[in-house]
């Protein structure tokens, strides 16, 4: 059984940064791409960043681009995102999810659909 759990996050003032990390408990880690996702208050949960298996290919909202960095460890079953220049609209619980087997295109591995394995979130609350 496969389960992913998120830490790092917390209150941060507009214009920090944020690293969150991501512990996956599985045997084959590096066969899982995986994503980020984030939900607001009232709002759908949504895309944030995605890396596939190998890390070979990243991809990431229009909304963080150039303000954010996955990557994954896949010795220590490990996935990071670094955020930049954080806004008050980052703020949101921040999800990681995993999926086995995926395309690494981007329609693919940024489909919350995509994901089977979700964490449980963690806050990430950005003042101004």
């Known amino acids: 059984q496969v389960h992913v759990v998120e830490s790092g996050g917390g209150l941060v003032q507009a214009g920090g940064s944020l690293r969150l990390s991501c512990a996956a408990s599985?045997?084959?880690?590096?066969?899982?791409?995986m994503g980020w996702f984030r939900q607001a208050p009232g709002k759908e949960r949504e895309f944030v960043a995605a890396i596939s298996w190998s890390g070979g290919r990243t991809y990431s909202t229009d909304s963080v681009k150039g303000r954010s960095t996955i990557s994954r460890d896949n010795a220590k079953n490990m996935v990071y995102l670094e955020l930049t220049s954080l806004k008050p609209e980052d703020s949101a619980v921040y999800y990681c999810?995993?999926?086995?087997?995926?395309?690494?295109?981007?329609?693919?591995?940024?489909?919350?659909?995509?994901?089977?394995?979700w964490g449980q979130g963690t806050q990430v609350t950005v003042s101004s």
């Open positions: 599985v045997r084959s880690f590096s066969s899982y791409s």
């Open positions: 999810a995993a999926s086995a087997g995926l395309r690494t295109d981007h329609e693919a591995m940024s489909a919350i659909h995509s994901y089977g394995v």
